[in-house]
């Protein structure tokens, strides 16, 4: 039997609560796949002491020893496919760092993950700049008005000039860029950073292939000019020409006019440091949530939260499910009897859990800013909130729309029962749209997806994780649309177009082509077609 524990907000709890929140610094990393994410991931846990060396620092070949990989594609790839939590102590902060998916397929994830974080780090490629996938990433960052500290990585290695990236990020993003630390010596000779805030010269030295923290020497800017030369002369001169005079301005940053710049090598460990106490000094603390109805929950308020991510099988040997949850408000107890907001039931948290990768360990208390993983509550799904006394609904996480449709079937029918649990539990976690028609009935479901790659994890996990192989069927689908009921009977006889319906009983309309879509749209103009995402029937657009 669960303990029922206090809910009550007393005044020493309040302050507790607000003390602790602005000690949080909760972010994730977003970034074109190959940017270095994951391997930037690892150099900030190692820099806070909590590995002992970074595996993912000799190329994505060696990432096996990954920490925040730890499903076995992303292994065998040297890609990050899943979200995962990290949280540990630096200096007098928690760090909360999610890390998410890179590839372009992953996206829904990441938006997911995007949606329990206060600021984001923005990582390029010194030698591409801003590739598709960031600026997609950035575009959901400015929807939800997300602050960005900006990290030119990669600097060992061959790359575009200083001042033409800053001149891209002010063209295609609209933000100041704002530098707080400049490389010295060209993309390809790394020598170390000016940092603006200290008016000094970080020279490093790398240790271990990278694998070990980088050995850092630090010069007044006189000793700097004598050591490195025309390097630092350069180096200075560009950076004052972004600077061009102006103070940094912490407010434009957190009103997302603005973005802090660095420079790293993520995988030689350069400058890491560095991006670790920009975000202890400058990321903004956890703070009020706004709720579906547009009020701010104080973080004071008693416990809230809402689920972000719904992941199984990271425990091969209990076959576990877990729900994500980023807490928004109060202090988060183990065994406290919280209320689901989308049931009005009511259960126990007894299994709750901090993760640092596939890690785990019991946790008792958690406050604003952190994320829980709730172990086995099967009912939770992404979007849903928990609270206890102040009912609150925090806004839901809207679908992505799908590119990518396959008929599914099980390979062998004598494990059918295999086969509907697999992709029921998928569908659950996010991994993948599930649509279901008359035509095909429940033994031959629709999977929807917004990269192909997401079929591949879902034939992977099916086999590994639920011994039930399958066969796909190409469909020629690319486009859907939110419609209603009524629409079935008018479109399904319609070359280039089907009606079906999601797992939570939305409508679908799916179409080969834009033109199959304007054809609809022409011939039956009472047919609502909204785009996925927008949560208003009578909304249209491509």
């Given at each position: 039997?669960?303990?029922?524990?206090?809910?009550?907000?007393?005044?020493?709890?309040?302050?507790?609560?607000?003390?602790?929140?602005?000690?949080?610094?909760?972010?994730?990393?977003?970034?074109?796949?190959?940017?270095?994410?994951?391997?930037?991931?690892?150099?900030?846990?190692?820099?806070?002491?909590?590995?002992?060396?970074?595996?993912?620092?000799?190329?994505?070949?060696?990432?096996?020893?990954?920490?925040?990989?730890?499903?076995?594609?992303?292994?065998?790839?040297?890609?990050?496919?899943?979200?995962?939590?990290?949280?540990?102590?630096?200096?007098?902060?928690?760090?909360?760092?999610?890390?998410?998916?890179?590839?372009?397929?992953?996206?829904?994830?990441?938006?997911?993950?995007?949606?329990?974080?206060?600021?984001?780090?923005?990582?390029?490629?010194?030698?591409?700049?801003?590739?598709?996938?960031?600026?997609?990433?950035?575009?959901?960052?400015?929807?939800?008005?997300?602050?960005?500290?900006?990290?030119?990585?990669?600097?060992?290695?061959?790359?575009?000039?200083?001042?033409?990236?800053?001149?891209?990020?002010?063209?295609?993003?609209?933000?100041?860029?704002?530098?707080?630390?400049?490389?010295?010596?060209?993309?390809?000779?790394?020598?170390?950073?000016?940092?603006?805030?200290?008016?000094?010269?970080v020279r490093f030295t790398r240790q271990?292939?990278?694998?070990?923290?980088?050995?850092?020497?630090?010069?007044?800017?006189?000793?700097?000019?004598?050591?490195?030369?025309?390097?630092?002369?350069?180096?200075?001169?560009?950076?004052?020409?972004?600077?061009?005079g102006r103070e940094f301005d912490r407010?434009?940053?957190?009103?997302?006019?603005?973005?802090?710049?660095?420079?790293?090598?993520?995988?030689?460990?350069?400058?890491?440091?560095?991006?670790?106490?920009?975000?202890?000094?400058?990321?903004?603390?956890?703070?009020?949530?706004?709720?579906?109805?547009?009020?701010?929950?104080?973080?004071?308020?008693?416990?809230?939260?809402?689920?972000?991510?719904?992941?199984?099988?990271?425990?091969?040997?209990?076959?576990?499910?877990?729900?994500?949850?980023?807490?928004?408000?109060?202090?988060?107890?183990?065994?406290?009897?919280?209320?689901?907001?989308?049931?009005?039931?009511?259960?126990?948290?007894?299994?709750?859990?901090?993760?640092?990768?596939?890690?785990?360990?019991?946790?008792?208390?958690?406050?604003?800013?952190?994320?829980?993983?709730?172990?086995?509550?099967?009912?939770?799904?992404?979007?849903?909130?928990?609270?206890?006394?102040?009912?609150?609904?925090?806004?839901?996480?809207?679908?992505?729309?799908?590119?990518?449709?396959?008929?599914?079937?099980?390979?062998?029918?004598?494990?059918?029962?295999?086969?509907?649990?697999?992709?029921?539990?998928?569908?659950?976690?996010?991994?993948?749209?599930?649509?279901?028609?008359?035509?095909?009935?429940?033994?031959?479901?629709?999977?929807?997806?917004?990269?192909?790659?997401?079929?591949?994890?879902?034939?992977?996990?099916?086999?590994?994780?639920?011994?039930?192989?399958?066969?796909?069927?190409?469909?020629?689908?690319?486009?859907?649309?939110?419609?209603?009921?009524?629409?079935?009977?008018?479109?399904?006889?319609?070359?280039?177009?089907?009606?079906?319906?999601?797992?939570?009983?939305?409508?679908?309309?799916?179409?080969?082509?834009?033109?199959?879509?304007?054809?609809?749209?022409?011939?039956?103009?009472?047919?609502?077609?909204?785009?996925?995402?927008?949560?208003?029937?009578?909304?249209?657009?491509?």
């Open positions: 039997m669960s303990q029922q524990v206090s809910t009550t907000v007393s005044a020493t709890a309040t302050k507790e609560i607000v003390k602790e929140a602005a000690r949080r610094r909760t972010f994730a990393v977003i970034s074109h796949p190959d940017a270095g994410k994951s391997t930037l991931t690892e150099a900030l846990a190692l820099h806070a002491r909590v590995i002992g060396t970074a595996g993912a620092t000799n190329g994505k070949e060696n990432r096996r020893e990954t920490v925040s990989d730890w499903m076995q594609m992303e292994k065998d790839r040297g890609i990050s496919i899943s979200s995962t939590a990290l949280q540990f102590a630096y200096r007098d902060t928690v760090i909360n760092l999610l890390d998410t998916p890179g590839h372009a397929d992953f996206s829904e994830d990441t938006y997911r993950v995007l949606a329990a974080v206060d600021c984001a780090v923005m990582l390029v490629d010194a030698a591409k700049g801003l590739e598709t996938q960031t600026m997609k990433l950035f575009e959901v960052c400015r929807a939800r008005n997300l602050p960005i500290i900006t990290v030119i990585n990669k600097w060992d290695r061959p790359g575009l000039d200083p001042l033409a990236l800053m001149d891209e990020i002010t063209e295609r993003t609209g933000l100041t860029p704002m530098p707080l630390t400049w490389a010295v010596g060209i993309a390809g000779d790394f020598r170390g950073v000016w940092d603006r805030t200290k008016d000094e010269y271990n292939s990278g694998a070990s923290l980088a050995l850092e020497e630090h010069f007044s800017t006189e000793e700097a000019a004598a050591a490195e030369g025309d390097a630092w002369d350069e180096s200075l001169g560009e950076a004052e020409l972004v600077i061009d407010q434009a940053y957190l009103d997302a006019k603005a973005t802090p710049i660095l420079f790293s090598s993520a995988a030689l460990n350069f400058g890491v440091k560095q991006i670790l106490d920009t975000l202890v000094d400058l990321a903004p603390p956890a703070g009020p949530r706004v709720d579906d109805a547009g009020n701010q929950r104080p973080v004071e308020a008693p416990f809230s939260g809402f689920v972000f991510k719904v992941q199984a099988g990271m425990n091969k040997a209990h076959r576990d499910h877990v729900a994500f949850i980023r807490v928004c408000s109060g202090i988060f107890e183990r065994g406290m009897v919280v209320t689901h907001s989308n049931t009005g039931k009511t259960f126990a948290t007894k299994y709750a859990q901090h993760l640092f990768g596939r890690e785990r360990e019991v946790i008792d208390q958690a406050y604003p800013g952190d994320v829980v993983g709730l172990v086995n509550a099967s009912a939770l799904r992404v979007g849903d909130s928990l609270y206890v006394e102040e009912p609150v609904q925090y806004p839901p996480i809207p679908f992505f729309s799908p590119e990518h449709f396959r008929v599914a079937r099980s390979q062998d029918p004598s494990r059918y029962k295999q086969f509907r649990r697999g992709i029921d539990q998928l569908e659950h976690e996010g991994i993948i749209q599930v649509l279901r028609s008359d035509r095909r009935g429940d033994q031959a479901p629709v999977l929807a997806a917004v990269g192909p790659m997401q079929f591949e994890v879902v034939e992977d996990r099916m086999t590994q994780d639920f011994n039930a192989p399958m066969r796909y069927e190409q469909l020629s689908y690319s486009l859907a649309r939110l419609t209603d009921a009524s629409a079935a009977e008018k479109l399904n006889n319609v070359h280039g177009a089907e009606v079906l319906v999601r797992t939570d009983g939305a409508y679908v309309a799916v179409f080969n082509d834009i033109w199959a879509l304007r054809r609809v749209e022409k011939n039956h103009p009472e047919v609502p077609l909204a785009v996925i995402g927008t949560e208003s029937p009578n909304s249209r657009g491509y």
